[in-house]
Each structure stands twice: as C-alpha cells, then as structure tokens.
C-alpha cells in the first residue's frame, strides 16, 4: 500500500510564533498533494492543493501569506501556518494523490495521520 | 459551500444490528469514496464506487449511488463496537483546474454493545 506520513504529529505554539508541518509520500510519487484542516466534531475542509513545482492553489477564504505552502519535491510538500493564533488551533491533515495512470479520474489518495496543533 | 450534506449527522444503534449512513452532493462527480475516522486520528478509506457504478460492497460494507439524485448511501452490517467512529463520504468532482476531494459533515456512528 501506499504510506504517506505526518511530522510532527501534535505540536503546541505560542501566539504569534510559526509552525511548519511536513507531509512525505514514503513509497510513492505525488504529483498533487491536499491540505485540509479539521476542527472538533467538524468534516475536513479542503484548505489548498499543492502541485510539485508550482505554486500552491489556496480555496475561497484560505489566506495564501498566513498558510504558506511549499511542495518543493514529488513526496514532501510542507504547511507552514505563520504568525499563528488560537484561532488556528485545529488538526491538519495532508494527503498525496498517486496517479493510476489510466484516466484522469482514476486515481488515490492517501491520507497522512494528522497534526494537531495547539496555540497558546 | 465545499461541503455536501450527510444524515443522520449522529446515529446510535446496538450491536448487530445494521447501520444505514446517507449522503447528497450537489456537482458532477468522477467518483464517490466513503472514509472512517476514529476520534482524534486520521483517515481510513473504506471503499470507492465510480460514477459508472450504482452499487458495490466490501465485506460488512455495502455502498450505493444514485447519480440522478446526487446521492449514496452507506450500509454497515451486523455491526460492532469497532465501528464506533466518525464516517465522512468524499466527491471527486468534475472540475475545470484539477480534481479534488470535497467531504461531506460527516455522521457519528455509536454501536453499542
């Protein structure tokens, strides 16, 4: 199967300060990768999709400077949140699309584990 | 809004007996995918039905849907305490810049035993 992991898993921040998170594909190549951010008792929200090599596409009402995203190879892409706040506290999850290769429609997607962040 | 809808948004039921979660969507999609997740973890994905397929199962999982409706649905079977989590279905829309997977709110299941 295809493993796509999460560092680190958990952090805690304080206000103001900025936390990167890392996203790696382990076995495989990912051509896209998604950011999605997950409150308690809430559904993922799609935040941005990142393409290797090219700038990140950020979703209606995402704020491109504050959620820096960097997809600088086909199995890292990583989340910076900067300046971060309470308000950003939530649990981020990253997955990385795997390309079947036989239409555009068919292909995986696989979910890392999360990071929960915390900000004091 | 991103998000398509799920009902019931909680459900609780006994062991054994079946588990029936509902999900509509509003776009055209290239595939709907149904994912499990325990409180605080991540995602598991539990199976994938394509937008040619109107019903399709995987052991205790029976997943349905109805193009013209905008709609699936999700059968668990004899259900355990095990399967006591969250449950999220997923759209891979049709768009014009790139796929992406849109989720539905979600329905907490709780099986009691």
């Known amino acids: 199967g295809a493993v796509v992991s999460q560092h680190p898993s958990w952090v805690i921040c304080k206000s103001g300060t900025s936390v990167k998170i890392e996203c790696r594909s382990l076995?495989?190549?990912?051509?896209?990768m998604f950011w999605y951010r997950q409150f308690p008792k809430q559904s993922l929200m799609l935040m941005a999709t990142?393409?290797?090599?090219?700038?990140?596409?950020?979703e209606q009402g995402v704020e491109k400077d504050k959620f820096l995203i960097n997809h600088a190879s086909l199995t890292l892409s990583t989340l910076t949140v900067t300046s971060a706040h309470p308000e950003d506290s939530s649990f981020y999850i990253c997955?990385?699309?795997?390309?079947?290769?036989?239409?555009?429609?068919?292909?995986?997607?696989?979910f890392g584990p999360g990071t929960r962040l915390t900000v004091t | 809004s991103q998000q398509g809808e799920e009902d019931p948004q909680a459900l609780s039921i006994q062991e054994g007996e079946n588990a029936t979660m509902n999900c509509s969507y509003k776009?055209?999609?290239?595939?709907l995918q149904w994912y499990r997740q325990n409180s605080g973890r991540g995602l598991v994905h539990l199976i994938l039905i394509r937008s040619n397929e109107r019903e399709k199962h995987s052991g205790r999982l029976r997943v349905t849907l109805d193009t013209s409706k905008k709609s699936s649905s999700l059968l668990i079977t004899a259900s355990r305490a095990a399967d006591t989590a969250s449950y999220f279905c997923?759209?891979?829309?049709?768009?014009?810049?790139?796929?992406?997977?849109?989720f539905g709110a979600g329905t907490i299941l709780r099986v009691k035993s």
């Open positions: 776009t055209s999609i290239n595939n």
């Open positions: 990142s393409n290797e090599g090219s700038k990140a596409t950020y």
């Open positions: 997923a759209t891979d829309a049709v768009r014009k810049y790139g796929n992406k997977l849109v």
């Open positions: 997955s990385a699309r795997k390309d079947r290769g036989y239409t555009s429609s068919s292909y995986e997607q696989y």
């Open positions: 076995d495989f190549q990912a051509t896209t």
